[in-house]
């Protein structure tokens, strides 16, 4: 029965290896391609990271279906509202102005990006600035808003799962309409050859 | 949309389509999941590496530290399954950046705002992302993306916060 908890080096390098290596063929290496989303000229973060969460979350359901995968077996984070909601307005501030999240940065950094490098080296200092102020406020915050009911959408609002996996698979559709609407209104998603300044890609400007 | 050239001669290879990059995105987390038992991650790393490094310099004030020292007596970051993970991401990013022609030493977005203003502003979104992720344990892929997969109420209330604030902290912050 799945899951195999290989919690070690050989199961982190290759699960990271091809994490990193769609993520740098999606173009999220390139801090211009991952900003645009947010100029809302090129919806490929949106599309890219829905597509991901339903094609997992359907393999999941599936996968415990067919009683290979045992259930409440996977991590699921706790949930904590608070928490969520300042640390998830934090990194997207700092997406929209450093032109990475964490992840990406990573990306960026394996592609040449200096601008990467430097975002790696604001990650640390904030770690390091949330490590000093841990004990002064800060694991009060976070414990604020817990859902004691369960840690997940099915087990504490009592939503059935495949209703769930359908709302996603709902916005996942709308996400690619608008998306696809914005940008043929707007300049297009953002290509390789433009990230490089290849010379077609000046030709096309 | 075909191959273009870079500057050195090798060809750029366009990106894949999102539908392409997010269905094997789905399949290599839904991977992840069946052999360790949770998603993938990133900022999680960066925790081990800021703990390793108070540890070398002043390892009693890394001890007494209500969050690096839990995570120091659980072992060396070397021992942890995410900073192998990250190691694999920058490799994996590599080869496929080295591959497509796309790998090039440059500082992105400086066209309009210049060279000092687009470093300083990585420096502060890498600090405000650094410590979020940090208040939210985990990041756009640890807690945004792998908890979606499984449904969890936090990474819903993760995702819609990370958008909108990133939106409005792009309208404010213009020129790139």
């Known amino acids: 029965m799945w899951p195999l908890n290989f919690g ?34 090129d919806w490929s973060v949106f599309k890219v990271m829905f597509t991901a969460i339903v094609v997992a979350a359907a393999g999941l359901w599936l996968l415990r279906l067919a009683g290979l995968m045992r259930a409440d077996a996977v991590f699921v984070p706790q949930a904590l ?8 307005a934090l990194v997207g501030a700092g997406f929209a102005l450093g032109g990475y999240c964490p992840g990406t940065s990573v990306v960026g950094l394996s592609s040449g990006r200096l601008d990467a490098a430097v975002f790696v080296v604001g990650l640390l200092l904030g770690t390091t600035l949330f490590a000093g102020l841990f004990d002064h406020g800060m694991r009060k915050l976070m414990s604020m808003g817990e859902v004691i009911d369960g840690d997940t959408v099915v087990d504490a609002y009592g939503i059935p799962e495949p209703l769930v996996l359908a709302l996603l698979a709902a916005a996942l559709v709308g996400i690619f309409i608008l998306g696809g609407w914005y940008e043929r209104r707007g300049r297009g998603p953002v290509t390789a050859a433009e990230v490089l300044d290849a010379p077609e890609a000046n030709a096309a400007r | 949309m075909s191959t273009a050239s870079s500057g050195q001669g090798s060809p750029v290879r366009p990106f894949w389509s999102p539908v392409t990059a997010g269905v094997v995105l789905g399949l290599v987390l839904l991977l992840t999941f069946v ?9 999680g790393a960066f925790s081990h590496l800021v703990a390793w490094g108070a540890q070398l310099t002043t390892p009693e004030a890394a001890k007494g530290n209500g969050y690096l020292g839990p995570m120091l007596a659980e072992g060396h970051a070397l021992d942890s399954w995410i900073t192998w993970e990250v190691l694999g991401v920058g490799l994996g990013a590599a080869v496929a950046a080295f591959m497509a022609g796309r790998f090039k030493v440059q500082v992105e977005g400086c066209r309009t705002i210049g060279r000092t203003s687009r470093l300083v502003r990585a420096l502060a979104g890498g600090m405000l992302a650094g410590f979020g992720a940090r208040v939210s344990a985990g990041c756009t892929s640890g807690l945004g993306l792998s908890g979606a997969a499984v449904l969890s109420i936090s990474a819903f209330v993760f995702l819609v916060l ?15």
Do not use: D, P, Y
Request: hydrophobic content about 50%.
């Open chain 1, 8 to 41: 070690g080096m050989v199961s982190g390098l290759v699960c990271g290896f091809l994490f990193g290596f769609v993520l740098e063929n999606a173009g999220f290496g390139s801090s211009t391609k991952l900003t645009a989303q947010f100029r809302l000229t």
């Open chain 2, 35 to 43: 052999v360790s038992g949770h998603g993938l991650g990133a900022s």
């Open chain 1, 81 to 88: 509202i608070v928490a969520s909601a300042v640390g998830g």
């Open chain 2, 162 to 176: 990370f958008f909108a604030t990133g939106l409005l902290v792009h309208r404010f912050a213009r020129g790139e």
